[in-house]
């Protein structure tokens, strides 16, 4: 057993008693209650599961939740999809996901919306040039899997909103 | 018997057992086993027996656990079938991968068994010089001896590296649905001792 | 958590239980949109002006929509807490099945509940008949397929069952003896298709499948294959004749006949699995109290589902026989198929009734969903096609198809024939013999996936037709050409088409694309770089609507001009609540600010009654019971077959015609103060919407909202709910409103009058599909063209999609960002088929419970042309052509697009699926 204290989308849980083979997906979903966090494979290779991982220095990370003790999480602060949105306004990139009709099911989105801020916060802090966009964007997305839209949509989405703020996000 | 030859045997074996036809476990073949240094006692000649032990290890060498972060390109190999590690993932530029990829988001520091993902506290790829993918003993052994491609290291630094760090030791205790090295850590390390102290041969090819 | 209103209908079955059948309508915590109607009152709706899905702000902010999201607690008057249910499944089919090995489940692990065959006997449960087969295999018994479930465990708390999946995972937990072989199953059916066509276009067939009905041999061999032989003993008519007329098409297929090119060929495909990324769940829970079992489950098949269960439940004995089943249905987080007549919800239901009073929580890990989950059929195709050599017209085409259907026969003897009936594509082939037998198997089972076997058909067609063009020679556009049915010609069944054909604007423009006219300098130009460039083409038509559709929907419209929308077809990821709102729009001038689908409730007022089989009823039998003004075929269908737009918004689009008609309308004709002698009191058809408003030459726009208001004042109508069914065409009915009658192409209907409740209009008279539609493989179709320019890299055999283009049309496109959605997805889905996705069939498939997507590899965005994909969606033929059907179509020529150019970089034609590098490499070498 570990007593796990994590923060969740600024929010310091209680520290919680979990089993040491209890995964962080599990814990999100039927602990928490937190189904935003989706559960696709159980082998890291969809990404459904994704979630932000902050660390202290600023940077971020992407991580699976399904192959990963939630006691490994002790001590981090994390940010899920419920967090994206501030006091009912919608995110920059949720909005271009419903604006560009980025996702159909709706199943690998969250994972797709935490890859794509993490993403975005790190242009903003090391921009690329114009012509490496794309290929960062697929870089960046490619671990995520879809089956419904081929991705093309999800990658409008991100680079439009890049492109809507040239200044902080290229060079 | 070429290394070619065993490694596959060595792998198809390994796969059918866990190819989970009627869900019987892995067993337990003569090729899962380590010959002690002793057993090569009646080679009188001392090269020669050198080079015979150094084969015998051979047997971890090219095992899948060993051969999966010792690829020959920038992207590891998984499972006993050692196809390709998918999710896609690269070395990059320090061998622990990729910017947003890093070996450690997925590869913990311990195995996590209910999600089958491998785990070490230095998870990473060997350096391209240590690749022993698709390789014969010989050149494995002339590679493994050379400083210039084994880290800088004398060989009776491989006594240590192979007997005793516990990222190759994980190789013995893998986990669910991976067939562990041949032998134990220990075994294998007493035999890297024998072949070091009987003059590290290599074979000539 | 504040609940929100539920609506019940109650019906009574055959077996005495009542199914009631209602929304998920549990709230959120607060900052969360509720999710009963999307997008609801008073929140953001970005369909409004097609900026989005009515869905969209729910799937972005992560909120409760998946039956995997729910948990007892997340629903209002359940016991809050979950327990959690193991389905084990065999991994063998060659053993006797001896039992499980319960002893390595104790102390923390000990399952609370085990229900085996031996259970379900002693409850007197019944498997309906489309899923013959135990639900459990019995204990010394050789499992029927693998994967076969043999018992349900029941976890009370969540730590045991996570504990004990963890101890189950090695297979061996499930026991097994002797080495008997595998189970020797019938067919699941056999059919074959023959066609002579008459002298002339406009002469009637000499012979063709819509006349004489479908014919099966009378005599299987003891391969359980079929004995297709006209000769055989016994064998009788209506088979014979057909044979007859099959053994002379082939014995004119003669290769030494020099002036036909014969061209004699097996193509291959493999067995694949849908992938949708929700593996299958449900949740379940058996009130002791009233007797009511309630479910919460993620199906194409809701009706299907609760009727299945009741069945299933419908003569157990007390107390496992509920009073009443409330199913709850979701949104779904992909199908494709895979989830129309699953087996999986019988289970659910199982667990619950096993574990009184407790909510149980049935969900497959990804490894058991590959087990366990419907799969696409692996075909095996021999053909031969006959080609003037003169001309380049197609002569004649045989085929002889087995299908390997695994292990329950699920949607095989339907998969097997429309399979059939897509044989000869696009093409007008006057003499055509296709054999069709889906065998059982030990592998997994097969069903329904996107493209229903026409993939798997079509694929190898495309790939013969670019090999005869090659060997004539002519172009391979122009040999298309040639040959395509035209808009009134006949299809291999025998009937027309009655919809739009638009193959020669497809091909034109497959022909003028710069990807096809660049073919050969692009080839050039890379010569010797190592790469090896190939330019493929491909050319289809899909079929959409199955033959047995069914429409439900409820339009109304409040006095302040929001209109809200029920339907009856499922969201999985289709985007078909966008879709009605878009369609019910063109005739009420607004966007619905709440609709809510996978509702089958909600039509209470309709008071539908059926009884029967709409596939294989006489057409007296159905004379008869229409007779009954409450009557229809069919009530409600699964959402499959690419039908979400023209049929999942048929009946809302009636029923808004209703309220336009009869409520709307006659509010325009008050406000303009048009008296009804006026000749422009019947323009209805003349007025228009733009931007909300009613408009009419000469005369003042109306607002909706001020339309709304006068309608509701004035208690004309302004709500409607109607049912429609398609057997190939619209079922037609007419209403009376006052003096006048109504003509819809509906056979319900129920209005409401201002703020009053619903009341039913009976139909004075009506006309169903005639029966003998059943014999039409299909009537509507609509074309998708394809070119792939592929770069193979000589070493390593790898291949890279360079450029691609798609072009396609579907009348009116309701939500055009959804169907090009779909269109690139469909593209992926066809690039993962052609070189990614394989399962071999038994031992060393994902019936062995060890597969998970690490093994199959499905497209990822680095496998595509993310930035040279093409999609070009033709307008619709005319302003009203209503929406067809395209969400398959769109998956399918890209596969022979890319066969077709592997044969043209490398020389080398692949004759079966997936090709991979080491294929490749081989063929290079």
Redesign the interface.
Known sequence: MTRLAITINGRALPPTEVRDDLSMNDFLREVLGMTGTKFGCGAAQCLSCAIIVDNPDGSSYTSPTCVVPAASFDGKAIRTVEGHAKNGELSALQKAFIAHFAFQCGYCTAGFLNEAQVLLERLAKTPVARAQLEQSIADALDGHICRCTGYIKYHEAVRDVILADPKRYLA | MRTETRFKILVSAAALALSGLTGYAASQTPEHTLASPDSFASISDTEARSAAIFTELGKVLTHPRCTNCHPAGDRPRQTDASRLHQPPVTRGADGHGSETMRCSICHGNATFEPGRMPGHPEWHLAPREMAWEGKTIAEICAQISDPARNGGRKVEDLIHHIGEDTLVGWAWHPGFGRSPAPGTQKEAGALVEAWVKTGAACRAK | MRPSRREFVKWVTASGIALSLSRLGAAEPS?FPARANLPGRGNFN?AANG???I????????????T????A??LPGWPSATSHAILVRA??AT?VYLGMDLARLDGATKPSVVVTAENLAKIGTRVPEFYTGDLFCPVGKTPLYMGQPVALLIFEQ??AF??AR?AL??????K?GEETGPVAVDNYTSLRFTRVAGPTPDSADVYSPVQAGWVSPGRIQNTALPVWSSFAKETQAPYGKAAVYGEQIRAELDPKNPSLLMLDRTFETQSVD??????ECGLGWYNKKNEGLELVLGVQSPYEAAESIAFLLGQARAPFKPARINTQFT??????GGRDHTPFVLYVALAAMFFPGKPVRLAH???QQFQGGIKRHAIKMHSRIGVDRATGKILAFAADHVLDGGGLANYSPTVATVAAAASIGIYDVPKVDVTTVAVHTRGVTAGSMRGYGTLQTMTALEVLIDEAAAALPLNPIEFRRRNALKQNGRTMMGNRYIVSVRTPEILDKLEMHPIWRQRAEEKARLQHSGVLVGTGVACVGKDYGSGGDCSLGRVELGADGKISIHGDHVE????VGTALANRVALHLGGVADEVSVSRIDSYDALGLVTSGDSYAMDQKTQDALEKNPRWVPAISAPTSASIGAHVGTHASAEAAKVIFRYGLWPAALELWRIPSSDIRAKDFAKASWKDGQLTLPGLPPLALPVLAAAAHARNLVTGAIAHGFSRWAWSRARFRFGGEQFRGEIDALAVRRGGGKFDRLDRVSVLFPPTNNNRIGTSYTSMCGTLVRVEIERKTGALRIAKAYSVFECGQPL?P??V???A??????GVGYALLEHLPPY??GPG???W????Y??????D?P??D?EIEMLPPLTPDEPPKGMAEVVMIPVVPAILNAIFDATGRRFQSLPVTPAMLKGAIA
């Not at chain 3, 995997?68 to 948990?71: L, T």
């Not at chain 3, 998970?852 to 093994?855: S, V």
């Open positions: 900052g970005p900026a989005g899905r869905d969209g702000v729910a799937k972005v902010t992560g909120a409760k929509l998946y995997s999201d729910f948990r607690a997340d991994p063998d053993h969540f730590d996570d504990a963890l995972r090695d297979g061996t937990f499930v097994f849908p992938v949708f990324l929700e593996p949104y779904l987080g992909g199908a494709f890990d990804r490894y999985m990821g289709n985007g939500v960002e959804v090009r959605g779909q690139q997805g469909g593209f992926a889905m031992e060393g062995n419970g060890q998970n997507l690490g093994q590899l499905v497209a990822r965005g680095s595509l993310l930035r994909l």
